[in-house]
C-alpha cells in the first residue's frame, strides 16, 4: 500500500460545479497536508495548507483533514475553466519531507 | 519576489551520456530540494538541502545522481551516466518558515524536463 493515494482521474466537470479532490493515507505521523495545482508543462504551486483536523477556506478553495480517517479533501467552488489542471496533496511530518500523492487531472469545461 | 530558477528547461540527451540541471532558489530560502517526476506520477524527493548541508539523499540513486549546493545558494544535479528510465521532469524547489507557522512553504521552479534515448 502506498503511503499517499489519490485517484489520477480525469475529472471532467462542467463550469460552475462544485469539484472534490481526495487523498487517503496510511501514516499517522503525518501532520502537514498541502494541496498543490499544477498545470500542464509548469512546476506545482501551493495552492493552500494546513495543519489540523477541520476545515480551511481561501476563496473559491477548502481544505478539509479527517486524521481519524486519514482523509484529506479539497473542495472547489463555482469551478472555472481555468481551474483544469492536475491537483496533487502533500503531506509531511515533522521534518517537512512532503510525500506527494500522483494527482488528480481536473478538467472543468465551459 | 522572483521564484525559483532552473535552466535548462529542455534537455535530450543519449543513454550512457552524463547531464547537469541547475537551479537558483527564492533569495533567503534556506531549504532547497531536487525531486524527479515522472509522467503520471506526483514528485518524488532524490534529496534536500538545508543551507549546504543534506537532510535527506535516501532516494537519491548515488551510483549515477549526484548533486550540490555549494555556499548554500545555487545548486546542481548532475546524472552520469544516464539511463532510460531517467527520463522525467526534474523539479526544483525551495522553502521557508512564515513567521507563526508550524510549516513551511514551498516553492517549485518550472523544472527541467530530460530525455534520454
Known amino acids: 500500500q502506498k503511503e499517499v493515494e489519490q485517484d489520477p482521474g480525469p475529472l471532467s466537470v462542467p463550469e460552475g460545479a462544485i469539484v472534490s479532490l481526495n487523498c487517503t493515507y496510511s501514516n499517522s505521523a503525518f501532520q502537514y497536508f498541502m494541496w498543490y495545482r499544477q498545470y500542464s508543462r509548469k512546476g506545482p504551486e501551493l495552492l493552500m495548507y494546513?495543519?489540523?483536523?477541520g476545515n480551511k477556506e481561501d476563496g473559491r478553495f477548502t481544505a478539509q483533514v479527517d486524521k481519524s480517517s486519514k482523509y484529506i479533501s479539497l473542495f472547489i467552488r463555482d469551478s472555472q475553466p481555468s481551474d483544469s489542471a492536475t491537483y496533487l496533496c502533500a503531506l509531511s511530518g515533522g521534518s517537512y519531507i512532503p510525500t506527494f500523492g500522483r494527482g488528480t487531472s481536473l478538467i472543468v469545461h465551459p | 519576489e522572483a521564484g525559483v530558477a532552473q535552466s535548462p528547461r529542455y534537455k535530450i540527451i543519449e543513454k550512457r551520456q552524463s547531464v547537469a540541471f541547475w537551479c537558483n532558489p527564492i533569495?533567503?530560502?534556506?531549504?532547497l530540494y531536487w525531486y524527479q517526476q515522472i509522467l503520471g506520477q506526483g514528485p518524488k524527493l532524490l534529496i534536500q538541502?538545508?543551507?549546504?548541508?543534506?537532510?535527506?539523499d535516501s532516494q537519491l540513486p548515488k551510483d549515477r545522481f549526484s548533486a550540490e549546493r555549494l555556499k548554500g545558494v545555487d545548486s546542481t544535479l548532475k546524472i552520469q551516466p544516464a539511463k532510460l528510465e531517467d527520463s522525467a521532469v526534474y523539479l526544483c524547489?525551495?522553502?521557508?518558515?512564515?513567521?507563526?507557522?508550524?510549516?513551511?512553504?514551498?516553492?517549485f521552479g518550472p523544472g527541467t524536463r530530460l530525455t534520454v534515448t
Open positions: 538541502f538545508q543551507n549546504n548541508g543534506v537532510v535527506d
Open positions: 494546513t495543519y489540523s483536523s
Open positions: 533569495s533567503g530560502h534556506a531549504t
Open positions: 524547489a525551495s522553502s521557508y518558515r512564515p513567521r507563526d507557522s508550524p510549516s513551511y512553504e514551498q516553492y
